[in-house]
């Protein structure tokens, strides 16, 4: 027997997964202590004993809570005897960091994964992460790294009625998924070239790759929107050489602190993301992409 395991705070995405799935499913309960400590609290744990547990967690936000909440969860079904342990985190939070940019610092996804290699997991399942070679590179475990950029934009076509869109990457980093996406879905694509001042990390865009007409709407398309500041900065540019439309689109949406204010003030038109992370901008559910992982 299957069982699927999540917080009474994520009730109807659990009641979900387990209707699409047809797994029996326990919510724990959580308690916070006066110095900020956090504890889960799984009743009539024996249950696990046996069987494949998944456990379903969202890292964001409350982040650093979260991971701990998650490390006591696999304490608990590890002394239960657990031997088939899924994670099911739509949105893996400290995995930006994939290598050390100074001196000094840590490479917080590979320090992540082998906590979870300790605690012995079968697999990992996630959505668009950042750079997922580095998991596979430290992984003891399988992990399946979820792509729903070409249904996202899909979506998002549908959303505003018209076919006719050019697909643009924020900087060239991300053109190598954007272009792929584009291919799948025989979109005209390219990307805004950006400078970095080293002494000042000022960013600034100088140009655009790609055969961009001013009266066809634009996907602005990145795996994350978190502070806004990259997309602002790119529609601000759009908008400067005749595009008409923007719309802002990303798997994962932080929106954090003024993220939203910014981008519909730098001329975007509308936000369009997943709820990987839940949001009020999300046209694409997660749950059955999950689903149909684990059956």
Known sequence: MTIIIGSEKSSNRILKLAQLTGYRYLLYKERVFPNGEVLVYVENPKAFRNNAVHIFIETYPDTNSQIIKLLELLEIVNHYGVDNITLMIPYLSYSRQDKRFRPGEPITIKMLIEILNFYKISRLISFEVHNPQVIYKYADFTFTNLSIGVDLVKKVIDSLGNSEVFLMAPDKGRWDTVNMIAKALDLPSGYIMKIRDL??????????????????????????????????????????????????????????????????????????????????????????YIAKEIV
């Not at 100088?206 to 994350?224: A, H, Q, S, T, Y």
């Not at 798997?251 to 997943?274: R, Y």
């Open 199 to 288: 002494e000042t990390g000022t960013v600034s865009m100088k140009g655009i790759v790609g055969d961009l007409r001013p009266n066809i709407p634009v996907i602005l398309l990145d795996d994350e929107i978190s502070t806004g500041g990259t997309m602002a900065l790119a529609t601000d540019y759009l908008k400067k050489q005749g595009i008409n439309r923007v719309q802002a689109v990303a798997t994962h949406l932080l929106l954090v602190k003024d993220a939203e204010k910014k981008l519909f003030n730098s001329g975007v038109d509308n936000i369009f993301g997943s709820n990987t992370i839940p949001n009020k901008y999300a046209i694409l559910e997660v749950e059955p």
